[in-house]
């Protein structure tokens, strides 16, 4: 590898691909000149993709590949089968250090596996979780695990604050996060065993980083905190419950401006601003999510997403690559070992 | 106790009672004649706004006291020093058969606290739950629990599950509603032991419902089933989650029609349509949680709702008055217990 970061992409995942994919590197490209790719998928179908998107094939390796991982395959039979798809091939260049990172918009629990398979979890953490990107007040939140896994002990969401805080500052650039605790009240005393200890264990273990205290559903979308700690059930759950939420509510607004003579001329009229609205509410803009605490780099990208997505996806992937994620992460793991540790001697000592 | 029905109402519960509490009365008793309110609090406070709403006036007895319990009382506190006071009293009513129904717009945690201690769970059940009304595509889903609870097994849900569809029979005039279990994902290899045990155990112990299967998150919103059932640490955060999801996008719309002068303009002739928008997402329209599963029904109305949120909430228990809610849950909770004890057996047997 030379100064030149590379990104490894899984050409054939997701509903539009390998269209979407070529595409959405070409805007990625545009604006990125520091960038090469590895474009793992079967190369009659790329190389023409690639002869009108002139930037990607100057700086894009197609590796070759027919196989590629079905939308339906099962986690275990990714992982059993998998070998040699588009989606292996794109995550085993990162583990060897052909790219800095990889990017597929493929089937989520096969990825998951398969990148968990390949390049193991980070020393010092029990598990990785999956990041997603949360539209706010305050512009975006890191939520985490959102279903990477379908608990997690007090410990582990640490570990998770952990990862969300340093993720919020490669990729959000917040300078300072502030990270919070999901729970069912503000109140200390509420909420499961492993919350409430969580965030003894932050207070105790001398992180460094800015705890927020617990936050509830809503403060997600509404309170300014950059990073919330949530377990896999839980985090997936509300992420899907909030989108369900913003989609009904946009429905209703459409159904609303297209229902009369007066409402649609008002929608003409207000239409600059409507756009300026739906930009604002673009899924677009936050489509890709971090499989975080392996040793190496995985962006999920949306399956159904666009070029502009899949873009941002790869920037996120970008991000990632020049930040100092894996050595911040590291050091306020040791903290935690640290004081987990301290904490095992006095149970063991009284 | 005539054929005339009876709400008793905490009149000084919430952030704007008792002024709420009486002008919602008056809303609910235009419409509803054959209704008849015991009041419970400051007769000094309540005679003046009595004289301001005569509908309630000619149908309301007030109860003297002039206790009344803090929005920040913890429960334990509530149910130490409670007795007395007017949400108590409120709630006393029903189980003396002086009233068919309580509401309170007062503190959740005391009301559920108290409500438990003084009416009891009803035979057959675990534990209650608390049921929200959540909008939709279709109109409305009942979800729960949203609180009641931290947490619930296989049975449990399986109970809420029962509660949650007579309830949606009752008060949301569904025939047949279609249940789902909130997981995270819909095969039926995924999610948490007791989501699919639950799913399971329905299938299994013969219950008369339409069964739909596992939903998802977005689900809630989109997907037309009638009842969401899952535990109360999950779905606090859900329906938290989405509410604050659909604040964001009211307030990006707004934000963006305030913009300039053509947005102005065109929200000003789209104004009867942006009303309409607003009517759909209006939240004083599925105000009132019902505390299910108690001998005795408790509405719990938002505390900061306004006279048609109150009306509302009190309408709620109305509906829940005028079904045969209890009947049908010990219908379906007789044919649960038969499978369970069944199960039992084989388990022992074997």
Known sequence: MTDRKTISVDGMGGDNAPDTVVAGLERFAKDNL???????????????????????????????????????????????????????????AVKTGDADAAVSAGNTGALMAMAKLILRTQEGLHRPAL?????????????????????????????????????????????????????????????????REAAQLIRDCGLDMAYHGFVEGDDISLSGVDVIVTDGFTGNIALKSAEGAARLVGGFLS????????????????????????????????????????????????GGTDAIGFANAVRIASNMCESRFADEVAVNLKRLAAASEAQALKEAAS
């Open 255 to 302: 159904d609303a401006l297209k229902s009369g003579v007066f409402s649609r001329l008002g929608a003409l009229i207000a239409m600059p601003a409507l756009r300026r609205f739906q930009a604002r509410m673009d899924p677009r803009a936050v489509n890709g999510g971090v499989f975080l605490g392996l040793n190496g780099v995985v962006v999920k990208s949306h």
């Open 34 to 92: 520091d960038y090469a790719f590895l474009l793992h998928g079967d190369v009659n179908t790329l190389t023409p993709l690639l002869d009108a998107a002139p930037l990607t094939k100057a700086r894009a390796e197609v590796r070759h590949t027919d196989r590629q991982v079905g939308m339906d395959v099962k986690p275990s039979q990714a992982m059993r089968r998998g070998k040699g798809t588009s989606m292996w091939n794109a995550i085993e």
């Open 131 to 195: 990041v997603a990107n949360w539209p706010t007040t305050s512009g975006v939140a890191a939520v985490l695990d959102v279903g990477a896994n379908i608990a997690a002990d007090a410990e582990q969401l640490v570990e998770f604050a952990i990862m969300g805080e340093a993720f919020s500052r490669a990729v959000h650039h917040k300078d300072r996060p502030k990270v919070g605790l999901l729970n069912i009240g503000s109140e200390d005393m509420k909420g499961h065993d492993e919350v």
